[in-house]
């Protein structure tokens, strides 16, 4: 039910707060992982934990791409929308649908993937590595004998891409949505 209202003070802060905390965890990532790699016992272990915290961070980014672009367009009705409104909901679409694309299937593809090629570096006394990995020349040498790892080597660098093009994508958004806000203030 869209509504050609301005919207409450309480709705322009909650699309506030999402717009930032969306920008906060995708800016706050990078340091996250970075300790993780420092602080892990080993590679498995930053696997695992990776595992764990990327899901969290693509759902919770795509919960708020979702609720932004919902209160926006409650309090922008289609047929009243300028050009600047318009691309702006589909600045949110966009961000909406990359993050969920991104959570839903690349963020999972790389979690198992990861799982699978863990289990054969297990097998193969690899993995124990602690911090970056000191071992490169056990891991190439498996990839050149390992047909399978191999394979799982090369669909987790794509899905890594892809899913690095898909931050990037959000980031792109967002950082446009918050321009967008920013030159709409009536006052600071």
Known sequence: MPTDQEPTF?????QLILISTYW????????????????????HTYGFI?????PFYLHLGSACAFFNLTIYAVYHPSD???DREAFQIFIF????????????WFGQMTSEIMADMHLIEQACGLGQDIGLSSNREAYAKLCETDIKYRHLSNRLWLYRLLSSL??????????????YMAENLVAL
């Open 50 to 54: 990776q595992s764990r915290l990327v």
């Open 24 to 43: 906060g965890i995708m800016s706050d990532w990078i340091p996250v992982c970075f300790q993780y790699v420092l602080l892990s016992p080993d590679e």
């Open 166 to 179: 898909c931050n990037l994508c959000c980031i792109g958004c967002n950082f446009y949505s918050l321009c």
């Open 93 to 104: 679409f966009v961000s909406v649908t990359v993050s969920a694309i991104n959570a839903q």
């Open 10 to 14: 309480t709705v322009k802060l909650l």
């Open 80 to 82: 009243m929308l300028d």
